[in-house]
T-cell receptor
Framework: DGGITQSPKYLFRKEGQNVTLSCEQNLNHDAMYWYRQDPGQGLRLIYYSQIVNDFQKGDIAEGYSVSREKKESFPLTVTSAQKNPTAFYLC?????????????FGEGSRLTVL | GNSVTQMEGPVTLSEEAFLTINCTYTATGYPSLFWYVQYPGEGLQLLLKATKADDKGSNKGFEATYRKETTSFHLEKGSVQVSDSAVYFCALSSWGAQKLVFGQGTRLTINP
Protein backbone atom coordinates (compact mmCIF):
# COMPACT_ATOMS: atom_id res chain seq x y z
CA ASP A 1 0.00 0.00 0.00
CA GLY A 2 1.16 3.54 -0.68
CA GLY A 3 1.94 5.75 2.22
CA ILE A 4 4.46 7.45 4.43
CA THR A 5 6.69 5.48 6.75
CA GLN A 6 8.40 7.11 9.70
CA SER A 7 10.99 5.38 11.84
CA PRO A 8 11.69 4.81 14.57
CA LYS A 9 8.31 5.20 16.28
CA TYR A 10 10.00 5.83 19.64
CA LEU A 11 13.50 7.13 20.20
CA PHE A 12 15.48 8.02 23.30
CA ARG A 13 18.49 10.27 23.18
CA LYS A 14 21.01 11.51 25.66
CA GLU A 15 21.66 15.22 25.84
CA GLY A 16 24.34 16.34 23.41
CA GLN A 17 23.66 13.61 20.86
CA ASN A 18 22.40 14.11 17.34
CA VAL A 19 19.59 11.86 16.15
CA THR A 20 18.11 11.28 12.69
CA LEU A 21 14.46 10.53 12.05
CA SER A 22 13.62 8.71 8.85
CA CYS A 23 10.73 9.55 6.53
CA GLU A 24 10.05 7.58 3.35
CA GLN A 25 7.10 7.91 0.97
CA ASN A 26 6.05 5.81 -2.02
CA LEU A 27 3.26 8.12 -3.14
CA ASN A 28 5.43 9.82 -5.76
CA HIS A 29 4.73 13.17 -4.11
CA ASP A 30 6.92 16.16 -4.88
CA ALA A 31 6.57 18.01 -1.59
CA MET A 32 7.56 16.78 1.86
CA TYR A 33 7.30 18.41 5.28
CA TRP A 34 8.43 17.99 8.88
CA TYR A 35 6.27 19.21 11.74
CA ARG A 36 6.81 19.24 15.47
CA GLN A 37 3.93 18.71 17.88
CA ASP A 38 4.10 19.47 21.59
CA PRO A 39 1.39 18.54 24.13
CA GLY A 40 -1.59 20.84 23.87
CA GLN A 41 -0.13 22.73 20.95
CA GLY A 42 -0.71 22.69 17.26
CA LEU A 43 1.72 21.71 14.57
CA ARG A 44 4.76 23.83 13.93
CA LEU A 45 6.60 23.59 10.63
CA ILE A 46 10.31 22.76 10.86
CA TYR A 47 11.42 22.30 7.24
CA TYR A 48 9.83 21.59 3.91
CA SER A 49 10.97 20.56 0.46
CA GLN A 50 9.19 21.11 -2.83
CA ILE A 51 11.69 19.27 -5.00
CA VAL A 52 14.74 17.04 -4.79
CA ASN A 53 17.93 18.80 -3.64
CA ASP A 54 16.01 21.83 -2.41
CA PHE A 55 14.42 22.65 0.95
CA GLN A 56 13.32 25.68 2.96
CA LYS A 57 13.23 26.56 6.62
CA GLY A 58 9.90 26.58 8.34
CA ASP A 59 8.93 28.47 11.46
CA ILE A 60 11.19 26.63 13.93
CA ALA A 61 14.21 25.38 11.94
CA GLU A 62 16.88 26.25 14.51
CA GLY A 63 18.62 23.14 15.83
CA TYR A 64 17.37 20.93 12.98
CA SER A 65 18.75 19.91 9.58
CA VAL A 66 17.33 18.02 6.62
CA SER A 67 18.35 16.63 3.24
CA ARG A 68 16.39 15.73 0.12
CA GLU A 69 18.68 13.60 -2.03
CA LYS A 70 15.88 11.37 -3.28
CA LYS A 71 12.26 12.16 -4.06
CA GLU A 72 10.99 9.51 -1.67
CA SER A 73 13.17 10.34 1.33
CA PHE A 74 13.33 13.37 3.64
CA PRO A 75 15.28 12.60 6.83
CA LEU A 76 15.33 15.04 9.74
CA THR A 77 18.33 15.39 12.04
CA VAL A 78 17.74 16.80 15.49
CA THR A 79 21.07 18.27 16.52
CA SER A 80 22.52 18.96 19.95
CA ALA A 81 21.83 22.64 19.28
CA GLN A 82 18.10 22.05 19.65
CA LYS A 83 17.37 23.22 23.19
CA ASN A 84 14.20 21.30 23.85
CA PRO A 85 14.00 18.36 21.44
CA THR A 86 11.54 16.16 23.34
CA ALA A 87 8.43 16.14 21.13
CA PHE A 88 6.31 14.21 18.65
CA TYR A 89 7.62 14.64 15.08
CA LEU A 90 5.37 14.25 12.07
CA CYS A 91 6.42 13.88 8.45
CA UNK A 92 4.00 14.64 5.64
CA UNK A 93 3.92 14.76 1.86
CA UNK A 94 1.78 16.46 -0.73
CA UNK A 95 1.28 15.89 -4.44
CA UNK A 96 1.12 19.66 -5.05
CA UNK A 97 4.39 21.52 -5.30
CA UNK A 98 3.09 24.90 -6.46
CA UNK A 99 0.96 25.37 -3.39
CA UNK A 100 0.14 23.25 -0.38
CA UNK A 101 -2.86 21.05 -0.99
CA UNK A 102 -3.88 18.03 1.03
CA UNK A 103 -1.14 16.59 3.24
CA UNK A 104 -0.62 12.89 3.88
CA PHE A 105 0.95 12.16 7.25
CA GLY A 106 3.09 9.41 8.67
CA GLU A 107 2.35 7.95 12.08
CA GLY A 108 4.97 10.04 13.81
CA SER A 109 8.16 9.56 15.80
CA ARG A 110 8.26 10.33 19.51
CA LEU A 111 11.65 11.60 20.65
CA THR A 112 12.53 11.73 24.32
CA VAL A 113 15.73 13.28 25.60
CA LEU A 114 16.97 11.68 28.80
CA GLY B 1 -0.12 36.54 6.94
CA ASN B 2 -2.41 33.54 6.90
CA SER B 3 -3.72 32.25 10.22
CA VAL B 4 -6.30 29.87 11.67
CA THR B 5 -8.05 30.24 15.01
CA GLN B 6 -9.85 27.29 16.55
CA MET B 7 -12.24 26.98 19.40
CA GLU B 8 -10.27 26.22 22.51
CA GLY B 9 -10.64 22.85 24.11
CA PRO B 10 -10.84 20.43 25.57
CA VAL B 11 -14.42 19.64 24.64
CA THR B 12 -16.27 16.88 26.45
CA LEU B 13 -19.66 15.60 25.28
CA SER B 14 -21.92 12.67 25.88
CA GLU B 15 -22.54 10.10 23.17
CA GLU B 16 -25.18 11.17 20.62
CA ALA B 17 -24.74 14.87 21.43
CA PHE B 18 -24.43 17.51 18.71
CA LEU B 19 -20.92 18.73 18.02
CA THR B 20 -19.64 22.07 16.79
CA ILE B 21 -15.97 23.03 16.72
CA ASN B 22 -15.46 26.59 15.55
CA CYS B 23 -12.76 27.59 13.11
CA THR B 24 -12.12 31.03 11.65
CA TYR B 25 -9.34 32.09 9.34
CA THR B 26 -7.43 35.03 7.97
CA ALA B 27 -6.01 34.67 4.49
CA THR B 28 -5.23 36.54 1.33
CA GLY B 29 -6.93 35.33 -1.81
CA TYR B 30 -9.09 32.24 -1.84
CA PRO B 31 -7.65 29.52 0.37
CA SER B 32 -8.58 25.87 0.52
CA LEU B 33 -9.79 24.74 3.94
CA PHE B 34 -9.29 21.42 5.70
CA TRP B 35 -10.20 19.53 8.83
CA TYR B 36 -7.74 16.89 10.02
CA VAL B 37 -8.24 14.37 12.82
CA GLN B 38 -5.56 12.83 15.03
CA TYR B 39 -6.34 9.71 17.04
CA PRO B 40 -4.16 8.97 20.10
CA GLY B 41 -0.55 8.14 19.23
CA GLU B 42 -1.08 8.52 15.49
CA GLY B 43 -0.42 10.98 12.71
CA LEU B 44 -3.08 13.24 11.22
CA GLN B 45 -5.68 12.08 8.72
CA LEU B 46 -7.67 14.28 6.41
CA LEU B 47 -11.29 14.34 7.55
CA LEU B 48 -12.79 16.70 4.98
CA LYS B 49 -11.98 19.67 2.81
CA ALA B 50 -13.50 22.51 0.78
CA THR B 51 -11.77 24.40 -1.98
CA LYS B 52 -14.10 27.33 -2.69
CA ALA B 53 -16.71 29.49 -1.04
CA ASP B 54 -20.03 27.80 -0.16
CA ASP B 55 -18.57 24.33 -0.70
CA LYS B 56 -19.52 21.79 1.93
CA GLY B 57 -17.05 19.09 2.86
CA SER B 58 -18.40 15.92 4.47
CA ASN B 59 -17.10 12.58 5.70
CA LYS B 60 -18.04 10.05 8.39
CA GLY B 61 -21.04 12.14 9.44
CA PHE B 62 -18.95 15.29 9.88
CA GLU B 63 -19.65 18.41 7.82
CA ALA B 64 -18.14 21.86 7.37
CA THR B 65 -19.17 24.69 5.05
CA TYR B 66 -16.72 27.21 3.62
CA ARG B 67 -18.20 30.61 4.56
CA LYS B 68 -16.29 33.41 2.91
CA GLU B 69 -18.49 36.17 4.34
CA THR B 70 -17.71 35.12 7.92
CA THR B 71 -14.27 33.60 7.13
CA SER B 72 -15.31 30.43 8.93
CA PHE B 73 -15.20 26.66 8.46
CA HIS B 74 -16.94 25.23 11.52
CA LEU B 75 -16.97 21.45 11.99
CA GLU B 76 -20.30 19.82 12.90
CA LYS B 77 -21.67 16.37 13.58
CA GLY B 78 -25.24 15.58 14.51
CA SER B 79 -24.62 12.62 16.81
CA VAL B 80 -21.14 11.89 18.13
CA GLN B 81 -19.79 8.50 19.13
CA VAL B 82 -17.13 7.44 21.60
CA SER B 83 -14.91 6.56 18.62
CA ASP B 84 -14.92 10.24 17.58
CA SER B 85 -12.69 11.07 20.55
CA ALA B 86 -9.57 12.63 19.03
CA VAL B 87 -7.84 15.95 18.38
CA TYR B 88 -9.25 17.97 15.49
CA PHE B 89 -7.22 20.49 13.50
CA CYS B 90 -8.48 23.15 11.14
CA ALA B 91 -6.05 24.19 8.41
CA LEU B 92 -5.79 26.33 5.31
CA SER B 93 -3.60 26.57 2.26
CA SER B 94 -3.19 29.30 -0.30
CA TRP B 95 -1.90 28.75 -3.80
CA GLY B 96 1.75 29.68 -3.88
CA ALA B 97 2.13 29.62 -0.10
CA GLN B 98 3.77 26.17 -0.27
CA LYS B 99 2.65 25.13 3.19
CA LEU B 100 -0.45 24.50 5.27
CA VAL B 101 -1.26 26.69 8.25
CA PHE B 102 -2.82 24.80 11.17
CA GLY B 103 -4.95 25.87 14.07
CA GLN B 104 -3.88 24.84 17.56
CA GLY B 105 -6.15 21.79 17.64
CA THR B 106 -9.22 20.94 19.73
CA ARG B 107 -9.25 17.83 21.90
CA LEU B 108 -12.64 16.12 21.85
CA THR B 109 -13.67 13.48 24.37
CA ILE B 110 -16.95 11.61 24.05
CA ASN B 111 -18.26 9.82 27.11
CA PRO B 112 -20.58 6.82 26.81
Amino acid sequence: DGGITQSPKYLFRKEGQNVTLSCEQNLNHDAMYWYRQDPGQGLRLIYYSQIVNDFQKGDIAEGYSVSREKKESFPLTVTSAQKNPTAFYLCASSPTSGGAGELFFGEGSRLTVL
Amino acid sequence: GNSVTQMEGPVTLSEEAFLTINCTYTATGYPSLFWYVQYPGEGLQLLLKATKADDKGSNKGFEATYRKETTSFHLEKGSVQVSDSAVYFCALSSWGAQKLVFGQGTRLTINP
